[in-house]
């Protein structure tokens, strides 16, 4: 993904979308969001009362929370409530879901754990030592189940890590992110076609 967030990647992905309202009978909506036949990062928008449902190249999320999730989720300025829209999701994408292991949340809670440590007991040198093994076997491991394998092995000079299995550092999937900023510029795209709908 480089240096682009999930935002300016999704504009790019949608850059020449179209909308096709395939039901739109009051909150009993789907619409289709593609680039001409192409099913590149295509995606549903699809409502019913007190649900809604996206769905499409990018996975499958299905939120409850109002009886017209248009009104829920509408965002005149494109901002996103990841946090709160996720505790309202029923169903979530089985390969890639609402959140991911965050490897740099746990190095730098391991890295800070380490480090206070050592701070108490100004042993500089053992500090430092133990770092360059610490940096090895733990904070280099490829994946989330080697990290905390190798934490709970780690021992140096008197010191080992303690309550760890209760850090849980998580991140929102960008597949997550993607699908929220799909659901209010889908919705944006729908007000700007029928005015008329937002007024009533």
């Not at 909150?27 to 996206?54: E, Q």
């Not at 769905?55 to 409850?64: A, L």
Request: a negative charge; proline letters at 2%.
């Amino acid at each position: 993904m480089g240096n682009k967030s999930v935002a300016e990647m999704f504009a790019t992905d949608v850059a020449e979308h179209q909308m096709k309202v395939l039901r739109a009978d009051g909150v009993n909506r789907h619409l289709r969001f593609m680039k001409g036949s192409s099913s590149c990062y295509w995606f549903d928008l699809i409502t019913w009362p007190g649900a809604l449902c996206i769905d499409g190249d990018c996975g499958t999320y299905v939120f409850k929370r109002l009886d017209d999730m248009f009104l829920f989720f509408r965002s005149k300025r494109g901002a996103i409530n990841e946090g709160y829209w996720a505790e309202k999701v029923v169903a979530q994408c089985r390969t890639n879901g609402i959140e991911e292991f965050d490897q740099t949340a746990f190095v730098r809670h391991a890295v800070e754990y380490y480090r206070d440590y050592w701070r108490e007991r100004r042993a500089w040198s053992d500090q430092l030592e133990g770092f360059r093994e610490l940096r090895m076997d733990v904070l280099e491991a490829d994946n989330e189940c080697r990290m905390y394998d190798a934490l709970s092995a780690f021992r140096w000079k008197g010191f080992e890590f303690q309550d760890f299995w209760e850090w849980r550092p998580r991140r929102y999937t960008n597949r997550f992110i993607w699908n929220l900023h799909a659901i209010v510029w889908g919705i944006q795209q729908f007000d700007a076609a029928q005015p008329e709908a937002i007024a009533a």
